[in-house]
């Protein structure tokens, strides 16, 4: 069974533009979860699909924004990159069956804004 | 919302030493993971425990949910083993959001 695949792998952008990080989930999941780790730090919350929708939102502006489509793999836009931006960007998915499904995590997207 | 911490927040081992690492939650959960995070980024799951007792070869957790605390176990440390470890908790009776721990972060030197 594929686990959650993420691309790009790494992925170099300057101040301004926008970034897109594409997840795919591991089949028969139906939720996506984003996260972003700054270096040397945590795991902060992005971004929770389930269904196509938009279920949960961390506490992140406006320009980081995402989707899921019907096949439940899902995008995470960036745009206006700000230096702070760089960071790890992880994607997990689960079976959202029931609560409580564990979550599988994709490699991440190594995002460097110049 | 639910705060999650862990402790203690670095730790250095002799190779083959042993080592508990504890994770404390504000609230019930219904979803508890532990995860290690290698030095290459990759967050590779290590428990699904929201109670109960596991064991995976040198690592087992215990989750104790009445508490709300769980403790991972490492025994006879490899230097493979070098890396963060993360738990991670879902809130019971919310939305499926998952908080992670702040993280403990093991070096095990030969």
């Known amino acids: 069974e594929a686990g959650v695949t993420q691309s790009p792998t790494h992925l170099i952008k300057t101040r301004g533009q926008q970034a897109t990080l594409r997840c795919s989930p591991i089949?028969?999941?139906?939720?996506v979860y984003w996260y972003q780790q700054a270096l040397g730090l945590g795991l902060q919350f992005l971004l929770w699909?389930?269904?196509?929708?938009?279920?949960n939102r961390g506490n992140f502006p406006p320009r980081f924004s995402g989707r899921q489509f019907p096949n439940y793999s899902s995008e995470l836009n960036v745009n206006a990159l700000e230096l702070e931006d760089s960071a790890l960007y992880l994607c997990?998915?689960?079976?959202?069956?029931?609560?409580?499904?564990?979550?599988?995590f994709g490699n991440g997207t190594r995002l460097t804004v110049t | 919302g639910i705060q999650v911490e862990q402790s203690p927040p670095d730790l250095i081992l002799q190779e083959g030493a042993n080592s508990t690492l504890r994770c404390n939650f504000s609230?019930?959960?219904?979803?508890l993971q532990w995860f290690h995070q290698n030095p290459w980024g990759q967050l590779i799951n290590l428990f699904y425990?929201?109670?109960g007792t596991k064991q995976n070869g040198r690592l087992s957790a215990t989750t104790v949910a009445t508490e709300r605390y769980s403790l991972l176990y490492i025994s006879s440390s490899q230097t493979t083993d070098s890396g963060v470890y993360f738990c991670?908790?879902?809130?019971?009776?919310?939305?499926?959001?998952?908080?992670f721990g702040t993280g403990t972060k093991l070096q095990v030197i030969p």
């Open positions: 997990a998915s689960s079976h959202q069956g029931a609560p409580g499904s564990p979550l599988h």
């Open positions: 089949s028969g999941h139906t939720s």
């Open positions: 699909y389930d269904e196509g929708e938009e279920r």
């Open positions: 609230d019930s959960v219904n979803n």
């Open positions: 425990i929201p109670s």
């Open positions: 991670a908790v879902v809130r019971a009776g919310g939305y499926q959001k998952v908080t």
